[in-house]
């Protein structure tokens, strides 16, 4: 089994959007492990979801594919 693949940091703006996101209503949680938000501009959804454990974490945004940490 590979290791786990640690996260950067995220910029501190990447706070002040996830912050938006709950404030504006855009995070829908599906159940207790999974949620979609809705980008700012309204076109894209993301999908989020932890493990059973709560220790790990995964999202299909750009940011957290690309760049490496967690974007939304």
């Known amino acids: 089994m590979p290791a786990a693949v ?4 995220p ?11 709950i404030g504006d209503g855009r995070v ?5 492990r999974r949620a979609l938000v809705t980008s700012s ?7 989020v979801e ?3 454990d ?3 974490i995964s999202s299909n945004d750009n940011a957290s594919y690309w760049q ?4 939304q």
Do not use: C, F, M, N
């Open 50 to 52: 932890t493990s059973a």
């Open 11 to 21: 910029p501190i703006v990447k706070a002040y959007e996830a912050l938006g996101a």
């Open 28 to 32: 829908k949680l599906l159940d207790e």
């Open 68 to 71: 490496g940490y967690l974007g």
């Open 6 to 9: 640690k996260w950067k940091l």
């Open 54 to 56: 709560g220790r790990e």
């Open 41 to 47: 501009a309204g076109d894209k959804t993301y999908e």
